[in-house]
């Protein structure tokens, strides 16, 4: 079946600081990877995602993100965290092969706190 | 361009009530998707629908919940007595066609369902 997983159900990291965010699916066939961030009582806003071609993708609000076919990843990074970037996110993939259409299947989430 | 439009942002029913829930699509975009997000979870899919048709209804209850996307109007996602596990946020999203060319799936700003 096809899934992700977001093992950590929070980050905590400075303002200033990388941050990654961790998320790993399994597949058969050419997944498509997304990320999406949550604010509260928020919907979905699109950060970024991988189709094809170059494994770093850049994204919104300086976000980027490598696809990693060999492990099965897609983190998703920064460079420096601002506070304002505390928000729950979302790794999302699927599988247009194999459903015909983009039933997007979702990680559980993962909280990004970023301290002052 | 407007987004993906949903209301009520909230909505209260009594337990037996009916809840209706809107949705236009971004402009252009002919794929309309809904997905609930219980407390605490990630979002699971529902329902893809097109112009006069449902596609996919893998994810809807068997029971008491619908969806429609007519040839005019919004999307409508219609659940009938609902109980206090259809409390909810649900989301509807939408996209310029099928996704098998990994288009973005933009999403609304979500329906609060509150069952009392």
């Known amino acids: ?116 | 361009n407007a987004g993906v439009m949903q209301n009520p942002r909230h909505l209260v029913r009594r337990r037996g009530q009916e809840a209706r829930l809107r949705c236009s699509p971004m402009k252009g975009h002919s794929h309309v998707y809904w997905y609930r997000q219980l407390p605490e979870e990630g979002l699971k899919f529902m329902v893809y629908l097109q112009k006069e048709n449902i596609i996919d209804e893998s994810g809807m209850p068997k029971e008491r919940f619908s969806a429609e996307f007519p040839k005019e109007g919004p999307s409508i996602l219609r659940i009938q007595q609902v109980v206090r596990g259809d409390s909810a946020a649900y989301f509807c999203a939408s996209s310029p066609a099928d996704g098998s060319s990994g288009n973005t799936i933009y999403f609304g700003e979500g329906s609060w369902l509150t069952v009392v």
């Open chain 1, 1 to 116: 079946a096809q899934s992700v997983a977001q093992p950590e159900d929070q980050v905590n990291v400075a303002e200033g600081n990388p941050l990654t965010v961790k998320c790993t699916y399994s597949v058969s066939g050419n997944p498509y990877l997304f990320w999406y961030v949550q604010y509260p009582n928020r919907g979905l806003q699109f950060l970024l995602k991988y189709i094809t071609g170059d494994n770093l993708v850049k994204g919104s609000y300086g976000f980027e993100a490598e696809f990693n076919k060999s492990q099965t990843s897609f983190h998703l990074k920064k460079p420096s965290a601002l506070v304002s970037d505390s928000a729950l996110y979302f790794c999302a993939v699927t599988f247009p092969e194999n459903t015909g259409f983009q039933k997007l299947v979702f990680g559980t989430g993962t909280r990004l706190l970023v301290s002052p």
